[in-house]
């Protein structure tokens, strides 16, 4: 297209549109498998123990997903895990995000009382509080189902399929957040409550947009601070500290 042409062209509005971002369908067909394991597995679970339901939903989850990213010649790094090259930097954005998931807490908190009970978690964990064996099972638990397993597939892999999927723009990725942390917050609620399911669901729209903030290249520092903050509370509930 010539200068003369193009100009008259831009003139009339007759310049044709760009191509939009094509949309991977298979980011679809790896969403519902991923998604699918975690519903299915946790809630079959459900009908036998509310305690050990979400953590075998989540290490299946992993394992196929795991086995989805060969399939396609990528690996967890290409979502953001990986060693970090400045430990200085990766431990200073876990604090922050340390303290955006306190802040998260307390504001939605006050929101979520206002709206529905706070049932804590009915119970779930009472059989930790002096119970040293089944203090450090948890932990264990902590750190593999509720900050590995949990960041890795609600944060990486879910935002960034949904992402790819709706083209893997700026507005792409803010949908996907949303709809992750609608779902993350949904996990939840089968043992806290629409209380807590709003609660949860709102920190994993800060640990999400995080997520994002940090490009999608290191996802350590939502890791240590998932994990951080969890092992405070489940050390808390050891020692009789707080009851639910």
Known sequence: MNTTKRKADEASGLLPLPNPA????????????VVGILVAVKQGLLLFTQLYAGPASTLTAMVAATWLLRRRSQRWSDLGLRWP????VTLGLSVLT????????????EVADLIAEDVGTSGRFAHVEGNLGA??????????HGSFFEELLFRAFI?????VLLGGNKKADVIAVLIASVFFGYRHVYYQGLNGGLVTGSIGLGLGLLYIWFGRSNIM????????????GMTMRYLGITGD
């Open 22 to 33: 094509p949309r991977d369908l298979g980011a679809l067909s790896d969403l519902i498998i």
């Open 98 to 109: 340390f303290a955006v998931i306190i802040m998260i807490s307390g504001v939605m908190g």
């Open 221 to 232: 520092p939502l890791i240590l601070a998932h994990g951080a903050i969890n092992s405070l």
């Open 159 to 163: 935002i960034t399929k949904i992402s």
């Open 135 to 144: 203090y450090l099972l948890m932990l264990v638990l902590v750190w593999t």
């Open 85 to 88: 090259e400045k430990w200085g």
